[in-house]
C-alpha cells in the first residue's frame, strides 16, 4: 500500500460555504473554482472561469478514491475528451471518483495554472464527505501539459492556511498520488518548447524555467508517482519522465514507471493498443496499491 499523507482542518459541510452542490453517485456536476471572484482574472468569459467537472462512480461506491484529472493541451488548450471526461468514466468503473480540471492558459502564465490546480485540490477535500470520497486518497493525473501541470501540484504544494478566511483555504492541496502520462516534466533543453512559451512567456529566464522543472523539485513527501511514456514520442521526448522518474527514486519516493518501446505521443488519442497498454499498466499499479475496487 502506499503511504499517503494529509493535512486537513476546520471542514465545514461544503453545501454551507460554497452553495447546494449534493450529488448523486453517476451524476456530474460543474462546479465554479472561484465563485465569488476569480483571482487574477482577465476578463469574464469561459477561459477566465477555471471550474472542474465531477464524475462519481456507480452506486455503491463509499471511501472512493477520486482522481484530479488535468488533460493537455500545451497551455494553450485543452484535449478534455479522450484525455479528460473519457478517462473519467474510465475510472468511474473501477470505483474510482474521476474529477475533470478546466484550468486557465495563454495567455495566463504562471503560477496562474497551479493556483487553479491548488484551489481544486482544495475544493475535492472540502466535499469529500458529501460526495462519498476518502480525503487521504485524491490524487492528481496528468496528460502531456496536464502532466506538468500534475507534477507541479505533486512538487509544490502545502497544508493551507489554518487562519485562512475560507475553509476551503485551510485544506491541504498536496495529491496523495500521482499519475503522469507522457508528461512534460522539465522546462529545460528537453521540455516541449510550446508549454514553456505558453508558461512562461517568450524569453523566460533559467531561473523562471527552474522554478516549473518539476524534477528539481522533487522532495522525499512528493506523492508516490505512477508514468507511462513511448520511447518513441517525437513532441514530449521520454527524457521528461526519465527525469522525473530518476528524482523520484533520488529522494526515496515510490514510483513505477511504464516505458513503452514504440507509440506518438497521445499514444493513440484514446483508442489503439499503445492507449490500453498504458492503461493496463496503470490500472495494475492502482490495483496493487488498493485503489480500486475489484470489478
Not at 500534475?150 to 495529491?175: H, I, K, M, W, Y
Not at 508558461?199 to 522554478?211: C, E, I, K, V
Not at 518513441?232 to 527514486?249: E, I, Y
Request: charged share 15%; aromatic share 6%.
Amino acid at each position: 500500500m502506499i503511504g499517503l499523507q494529509y493535512v486537513m482542518g476546520g471542514v465545514l459541510a461544503a453545501s454551507t460555504i460554497l452553495g447546494t452542490t449534493a450529488l448523486s453517485s453517476g451524476e456530474d456536476k460543474v462546479l465554479p473554482l472561484w465563485p465569488q471572484g476569480v483571482p487574477d482574472a482577465r476578463g469574464n468569459g469561459p477561459a477566465d472561469n477555471p471550474i472542474i467537472t465531477v464524475h462519481l462512480p456507480p452506486a455503491g461506491s463509499t471511501n472512493t478514491v477520486a482522481v484530479l484529472i488535468c488533460p493537455g493541451g500545451g497551455y494553450g488548450g485543452l484535449c478534455s475528451s479522450y484525455e479528460g471526461h473519457d478517462v473519467a468514466k474510465w475510472l468511474n468503473g473501477f470505483g474510482i471518483a474521476g474529477i475533470v480540471l478546466k484550468y486557465r492558459m495563454s495567455p495566463y502564465r504562471h503560477p496562474v495554472p497551479l493556483h487553479d490546480a491548488q484551489r481544486a485540490m482544495r475544493l475535492i477535500r472540502l466535499h469529500a464527505q458529501e460526495w462519498n470520497i476518502d480525503a487521504h486518497r485524491i490524487g492528481a493525473m496528468g496528460f502531456s501539459a496536464g502532466g506538468h501541470l500534475a507534477s507541479t501540484l505533486g512538487t509544490q504544494f502545502d497544508a493551507g492556511n489554518p487562519g485562512a478566511a475560507e475553509p476551503v483555504d485551510r485544506l491541504s492541496c498536496r495529491p496523495d498520488f500521482m499519475v503522469l502520462v507522457y508528461p512534460v516534466i522539465t522546462m529545460g533543453a528537453k521540455g516541449h518548447a510550446g508549454s514553456t512559451i505558453n508558461l512562461l512567456g517568450a524569453n523566460p529566464t533559467q531561473a523562471a524555467r527552474d522554478s516549473v522543472s518539476s524534477e528539481l523539485h522533487v522532495a522525499t513527501n512528493t506523492p508516490p508517482a505512477f508514468l507511462a511514456h513511448a520511447v518513441t514520442d517525437a513532441l514530449v521526448p521520454v527524457d521528461n519522465s526519465r527525469l522525473f522518474v530518476a528524482a523520484l527514486k533520488a529522494k526515496g519516493v515510490p514510483v513505477s514507471y511504464c516505458e513503452l518501446p514504440k507509440g506518438s505521443h497521445g499514444l493513440g488519442c484514446g483508442k489503439g493498443e499503445d492507449w490500453a497498454a498504458w492503461q493496463a499498466a496503470c490500472l495494475t499499479w492502482l490495483k496493487g496499491n488498493g485503489l480500486t475496487r475489484e470489478k
